[in-house]
């Protein structure tokens, strides 16, 4: 009996010493709030968008965010609506808020971090690196940045083959409604994205979010007009701008459009926008046939 006994003591002491010595059971990472549409697609484009339970209104136009459910307009957050789908952390641009729904977000146990939304590219990588670090993907965030560095070097290049070319003059306008048109001026999202193309923003001389004038439009004489996909229907296509004031005024220009999320933030999409604009405003050349290539005799 009493070497039975031993003998399970040992057993079990060797269970328990085996027990101990295994590494903890990982935890499963935790659910996100992901809040400002370069925030949402810069987590889906690490990969991580199977732990987002939650987005804002704008971040929904992502067709990869589309079926998440959403917790409203990115400024007028409630406190109820984010914690009741039970994620542990909050990703935001700097304009998430109010302020004090964030201040109990943080009270009631979620981690709530924002990130600088300046439309610089420098500012977008670090966002991207910075949400990577977060996510605890940081090799992932690298690739991220080199994909949309080598995208960007690529839209620069081909901008500096029309260098000698008038750069063509593209006035970007956001639709919040029907009668509610914004001109986007220096310091916005548009304009660094007109810029990358290789284009002039022909309402440079405004600073942010203007309201669309009929006398500024006309003396910036755009020959392209930029608006998120979304704003199309809303302002009824070319032929409803074509009506407006100042815009009827201007003849000639053609409706360029990119999707809404790279309009109003930028993200590791930023490349494919200033390429969509690139195709639309200045077409590449076709490739010369084989036969013209190295002269003839």
Same mark, same amino acid.
């Given at each position: 009996?009493?070497?039975?006994?031993?003998?399970? /003591?040992?057993?079990?002491?060797?269970?328990?010493?085996?027990?101990?010595?295994?590494? =903890?059971?990982?935890?499963?990472?935790?659910?996100?709030?992901?809040?400002? @549409?370069?925030?949402?697609?810069?987590? +889906?484009?690490?990969?991580?968008?199977?732990?987002?339970?939650?987005?804002?209104?704008?971040?929904?136009?992502? @067709?990869?965010?589309?079926?998440?459910?959403?917790?409203?307009?990115?400024?007028?957050?409630?406190?109820?609506?984010?914690?009741?789908?039970?994620?542990?952390?909050?990703?935001?641009?700097? #304009?998430?808020?109010? =302020?004090?729904?964030? #201040?109990?977000?943080?009270?009631?146990?979620?981690?709530?971090?924002? +990130?600088?939304? #300046? @439309?610089?590219?420098?500012?977008?990588?670090?966002?991207?690196?910075?949400?990577?670090?977060?996510?605890?993907?940081?090799?992932?965030?690298?690739?991220?940045?080199?994909?949309?560095?080598?995208?960007?070097?690529?839209?620069? /290049?081909?901008?500096?083959?029309?260098?000698?070319?008038? =750069?063509?003059?593209?006035?970007?306008?956001?639709?919040?409604?029907?009668?509610?048109?914004?001109?986007?001026?220096?310091?916005?999202?548009? !304009?660094?994205?007109?810029?990358?193309?290789?284009?002039?923003?022909?309402?440079?001389?405004?600073?942010?979010?203007?309201?669309?004038?009929? #006398?500024?439009?006309?003396?910036?004489?755009?020959? +392209?007009?930029?608006? =998120?996909?979304?704003?199309?229907?809303?302002?009824?296509?070319?032929?409803?701008?074509?009506?407006?004031?100042?815009?009827?005024?201007?003849?000639?220009?053609?409706?360029?459009?990119?999707?809404?999320? !790279? +309009?109003?933030?930028? /993200?590791?999409?930023?490349?494919?926008?200033?390429?969509?604009?690139?195709?639309?405003?200045?077409?590449?050349? @076709?490739?010369?046939?084989?036969?013209?290539?190295?002269?003839?005799?």
């Amino acid at each position: 009996m009493k070497r039975t006994a031993a003998k399970w /003591g040992l057993v079990t002491a060797l269970f328990a010493l085996a027990a101990h010595a295994a590494p =903890p059971a990982a935890r499963p990472a935790p659910k996100l709030i992901s809040i400002g @549409p370069a925030i949402t697609q810069t987590v +889906f484009a690490l990969g991580a968008g199977d732990r987002v339970v939650g987005v804002d209104d704008s971040s929904a136009a992502l @067709p990869e965010a589309s079926k998440v459910r959403t917790v409203g307009y990115q400024r007028a957050l409630s406190a109820e609506g984010v914690l009741s789908l039970g994620a542990g952390v909050l990703l935001g641009s700097a #304009e998430a808020g109010p =302020p004090g729904v964030l #201040e109990q977000l943080k009270q009631a146990g979620m981690t709530v971090e924002t +990130f600088a939304n #300046e @439309p610089t590219v420098e500012a977008a990588r670090t966002r991207i690196q910075g949400i990577a670090e977060r996510l605890g993907m940081p090799e992932q965030g690298k690739a991220l940045v080199a994909k949309l560095d080598e995208d960007l070097a690529k839209a620069a /290049g081909r901008a500096a083959q029309v260098k000698n070319a008038k =750069p063509p003059r593209i006035l970007a306008i956001y639709a919040r409604g029907a009668g509610a048109l914004m001109v986007a001026g220096s310091g916005t999202v548009a !304009d660094t994205l007109i810029r990358l193309t290789g284009g002039v923003n022909a309402a440079e001389s405004m600073q942010g979010y203007k309201p669309l004038g009929a #006398e500024a439009v006309v003396a910036a004489a755009p020959q +392209f007009v930029l608006l =998120p996909a979304s704003s199309v229907s809303t302002v009824g296509g070319a032929e409803g701008l074509a009506k407006l004031p100042g815009l009827s005024q201007v003849k000639g220009w053609k409706l360029v459009t990119v999707e809404d999320v !790279d +309009f109003m933030g930028l /993200g590791p999409g930023l490349g494919r926008a200033v390429v969509r604009v690139q195709d639309a405003v200045a077409p590449a050349a @076709p490739a010369a046939p084989a036969s013209a290539k190295g002269g003839g005799k």
